[in-house]
């Protein structure tokens, strides 16, 4: 017979897994209310919907009868099975393997050594100093060391523990909060590979298991627009960073490919799951991986959206440059399922060497054809219909839509100088009517980049002359410099409803704040050459002081 610690963790895995809703449904017709679905009982006769399912908790309550419990309960009460048969059948809904009794034992004591094995990794960490100080160096603080359990495995180490020597360790929990196997990164520079797993196991497999995801599961929250959705990462220092900057709905996979079982596992607690792997190519191709094979399983309410990063970051990289506001900027710009492969399609229009009728009809039958997977025959419809209306378009447009690539640039917060003068630019071109009365000013504004400078230029000659008719032309002209500034300044210039005046305003802020700084450079220049000069305590002080002033401002 199992253990109940046993028989616990089986039960939590098999819940993880099915969605009371999907079982109810089949016997009860239920409607979605807010957060919960309604419906008639099944277990008293009754004129009125007082039967409540709660997908998120996979729990149900009746109002009329007091019945109540989860997708075990209702499916014993409901066909009338033993507590086994119905744990059996929903093993088999879930597609989770029930062990043998005479392995229950086993897989007790795997767990046992396991957890063992994270407290011994965990006291090597925490009186190494120097392991300590390499993790305060890639952002870490005690508090989140604790949280995720991160330990240390020596030089020394030896039987299971051999693989993972001279590496931090990352423990593997599952929902039940309990060690299933470790992840370890290399310490050493040029030591390949960089991450590796524990073997897999009876209670271990990579593609059904979600690192974090016995912390993301608590945090899923209906109040913040990011953390109603789960974000996918890659690895696992992107997830440890991503929690510690507030994104505490952050999971990462296995090292393996985003997974079919994955995405029923993150669509029970949320709707949008926000795919995040690094901006280099290969993250790129596992992202169109994943959207691909999610165009397989969508149904209506449940897809995926995907966040750009820039081309040289992964989530941890990009936030310890930058901010988490700039982080929940991408986030927020994430791209829904149909966007995100409309680029890839628009990418492989661009890298079509010959475009004949032939070739572009050949590219037509291949965007068309890549939809043909999804099974819900209304969703189908909806793609081919908005695919069929993106392709048109762009095709009578002239092709002017690029392809981004999928990354975003954003600049060191460091340097304000160059954001400010991207955000004095951007705001013109998105407002032409305020031209007039910031011509002046801005022709005092010393451009960082050149072709910056050039864009202005044209803009000018454009709004002054031809009272900006064909400021679209100089836009599509310039459409790679446009970008640029744009990646930079979006995020700060929200200036979407705001009247003229406001805008105005806005404008003149960020000048005033442009000529202050830009004084000030010029000022510690002088300040520095004096020094250089005659070094005393009043040219040494006035140089500190001034350059204090500028990082406050």
Known sequence: ?????????????????????????????????????????????????????????????????????????YVMKMKGYSFIQAVEYLATISGVKLPEKKQYSKHNDIVKQLSNDSKFFRIQLMKNKDILKYCYSRGLDDSTISKF????????????????????????????????????????????????????????????????????????????????????????????????????TTIATMGTAFSNEHLVQLWRSCNEPIICFDGDAAGRRAMLRAAFLALQYIRPGKTLR????????????????????????????????????????????????????????????GVLSSISVINDEELRRLYKSQLEDLMYNFLRSGRKQKYSGGGVKFVDKKNKLLLREAILLYTVIRRPSIMHDVYERMSGVSFSRGEWSRLWEEVCVNLLADEGEGI??????????????????????????????????????????????????????????????DCNEDTWRRLKALKLGLLKR
């Not at 409540?52 to 109540?68: P, Q, S, W």
């Not at 700060?492 to 704040?513: H, K, M, P, Q, R």
């Open 1 to 73: 017979m199992s253990t109940s610690t046993e028989l616990d963790r089986i039960l939590g895995l098999i819940l993880s897994r099915v969605s009371i809703v999907d079982i109810i449904e089949n016997e009860v017709q239920l409607v979605k209310k807010g957060r919960e679905y309604v419906g008639k009982c099944p277990f008293h006769s009754e004129k009125t919907a007082s039967f409540y399912v709660n997908d998120e908790k996979g729990k149900y309550y009746c109002f009329g009868c007091g019945a109540h419990g989860n997708a075990v309960s």
């Open 149 to 248: 359990s991160l330990g240390y495995c020596p030089p020394g180490a030896s039987g299971g523990m051999y693989k993972f020597r001279h590496r931090l360790i990352f423990p593997i929990f599952n929902c039940m909060n309990e060690v299933i196997a470790f992840g370890g990164r290399a310490l050493r520079k040029g030591v390949v590979p960089k991450y590796i797993n524990s073997n897999e196991s009876e209670i271990f497999c990579k593609k059904e298991t979600l690192y974090a995801y016995n912390l993301a599961s608590r945090n899923i929250s209906k109040k913040d627009e990011i953390l109603e959705q789960y974000i996918v990462v890659e690895g696992y220092m992107d997830a440890v960073i991503m929690h510690k900057s507030g994104f505490s």
């Open 306 to 365: 995907f966040c750009g990063l820039p081309s040289d970051h992964d989530p941890d990289s990009f936030l310890r440059e930058n901010s988490e506001e700039n982080m929940r900027f991408l986030l927020k710009k994430s791209l829904y399922l149909i966007d995100f492969i409309w680029e890839d399609f628009i990418y492989k229009y661009e890298q079509m060497e010959v475009k004949t009728p032939e070739h572009i009809a050949n590219w037509r039958k």
């Open 472 to 533: 679209g032309e100089v836009i599509g002209e310039n459409r790679a410099v446009v970008d640029d500034i744009r990646s930079i300044a979006e995020c700060y210039c929200a200036i979407d409803g705001l009247n003229d005046a406001e805008v105005l305003s806005f404008w003149s802020d960020v000048f005033e704040n442009y000529v202050f700084k830009a004084g000030y450079k010029n000022d510690i220049k002088v300040a520095g050459a004096e020094c250089q000069s």
